[in-house]
């Protein structure tokens, strides 16, 4: 899966001239805590809600109300932005852009094509495009984990047991943990019925336990 599959094409973004209390009502319109800066087609920089809270009534403490509000009319995105943006071509892998945000720390990338800003991906967007399906989050059934299923064959007799019973798979994958030393197959059922299926995936010799979704 790309970096394009799970971006937000919609990207909300701002001049650098922007007052702080603009931005914030802006990410608030639009329920988002990060603001590309783009000025004259550019990106200049990015803005989070975590640079506006930095200059929230906690850190102005000294100041008036009226001097606060003042202040965070006239002070603009440019004075707070993040110019190193972290950015990538749509053609991206996950797993290469996750890569990336982790060794930069951040929790967003700017997908660029062509010098323009086309998308933006945050780790929420990871979760609800790649996490939420592959966990089957907010999917009907019953996921089941068979203890130590990992080489091919022994998936594979358990796959051919499931099919036997005609029962659907909506997904399935192998866990590795290798620093506890478990290496698990969970497979996501599309019935909640996972009596029959547990007892003869038992008589393959596994062990077999379903687990929460």
Not at 96 to 125: C, F, K, P, W, Y
């Amino acid at each position: 899966m790309l970096i394009s599959d799970v971006m937000k094409t919609n990207v909300v973004s701002v001049p650098s001239t922007t007052s702080l209390a603009e931005a914030r009502r802006i990410m608030d319109a639009h329920d988002i805590r990060r603001l590309p800066v783009i000025d004259r087609h550019h990106l200049v920089g990015i803005v989070t809600k975590d640079d506006l809270d930095k200059m929230g009534p906690s850190q102005l403490t000294t100041f008036s109300v009226n001097e606060l509000v003042y202040l965070l009319n006239k002070i603009t995105v440019k004075d707070v932005m993040h110019r190193d943006v972290v950015t990538v071509p749509p053609s991206t892998t996950i797993e290469e852009a996750i890569a990336l945000a982790q060794a930069r720390h951040v929790g967003s990338l700017v997908v660029m094509e062509d010098n323009r800003v086309i998308g933006i991906a945050t780790t929420n967007d990871v979760f609800l495009g790649i996490l939420n399906p592959l966990l089957g989050i907010g999917l009907p059934g019953a996921r089941i984990v068979v203890i130590s299923c990992f080489k091919g064959p022994d998936i594979e007799k358990v796959l051919s047991v499931i099919n036997k019973l005609k029962v659907g798979v909506t997904n399935l994958f192998v866990s590795e943990f290798p620093q506890v030393g478990k290496h698990d197959l969970m497979i996501h059922l599309d019935t909640k019925d996972i009596s029959k299926v547990v007892e003869e995936i038992k008589k393959l010799g596994f062990s077999v336990v379903e687990r929460k979704r």
